[in-house]
């Protein structure tokens, strides 16, 4: 088994896992070659509660919806826009609480995937979610891939 860490492109503003985005999450995510699955461990701060002490379920959402994301892009190498998801919360997420969360391809069907992911503490499931991307063509990635690369630049003040 051979876990490796996966790299947002130089330039990329991900809100769930860019380093650059100094407003976003920051959370790095691995992936196992193993079971081809994607994963990481996430503690969620005070700052990203709704009500006191539970994490936002928006934040929740997004980590799981990037975990998936990031399945699509490991098995065939390209972007994906997001067609349907689904996510249902067993039990709350409690900040200053590390959980793992793993995500895998479930189907493969021509250019669409089936994903599914969850967070998890010890043997305790609390959220699941499933998704079905749509994998963007080669040409399409490939532009994408090369606008993420640029340099950001930031817009002025003045409009």
């Given at each position: 088994?051979?876990?490796?860490?996966?790299?947002?492109?130089?330039?990329?503003?991900?809100?769930?896992?860019?380093?650059?985005?100094?407003?976003?999450?920051?959370?790095?995510?691995?992936?196992?070659?193993?079971?081809?699955?994607?994963?990481?461990?996430?503690?969620?701060g005070d700052l990203h509660c709704g009500a006191p002490t539970y994490v936002h379920v928006?934040?929740?959402?997004?980590?799981?919806?990037?975990?998936?994301?990031?399945?699509?892009?490991?098995?065939?190498?390209?972007?994906?826009?997001?067609?349907?998801?689904?996510?249902?919360?067993?039990?709350?997420?409690?900040?200053?609480?590390?959980?793992?969360?793993?995500?895998?391809?479930?189907?493969?069907?021509?250019?669409?995937?089936?994903?599914?992911?969850?967070?998890?503490?010890?043997?305790?499931?609390?959220?699941?979610?499933?998704?079905?991307?749509q994998v963007i063509s080669e040409e399409i990635s490939a532009r994408l891939r090369a606008?993420?690369?640029?340099?950001?630049?930031?817009?002025?003040?003045?409009?």
């Amino acid at each position: 088994m051979t876990i490796k860490r996966l790299q947002e492109p130089p330039g990329s503003r991900c809100f769930v896992c860019a380093p650059g985005n100094p407003n976003g999450l920051n959370i790095p995510f691995d992936y196992d070659d193993e079971d081809g699955s994607v994963q990481t461990t996430v503690t969620f701060g005070d700052l990203h509660c709704g009500a006191p002490t539970y994490v936002h379920v928006g934040l929740a959402m997004s980590v799981l919806a990037e975990a998936m994301a990031w399945t699509v892009v490991t098995t065939t190498g390209r972007f994906s826009i997001t067609l349907a998801s689904n996510t249902k919360f067993q039990r709350p997420l409690r900040a200053g609480v590390p959980y793992r969360v793993h995500a895998k391809v479930d189907e493969i069907a021509e250019t669409k995937m089936h994903t599914s992911a969850l967070f998890s503490s010890g043997d305790q499931v609390f959220v699941t979610a499933t998704a079905t991307f749509q994998v963007i063509s080669e040409e399409i990635s490939a532009r994408l891939r090369a606008r993420v690369t640029k340099p950001f630049r930031a817009q002025s003040d003045g409009g």
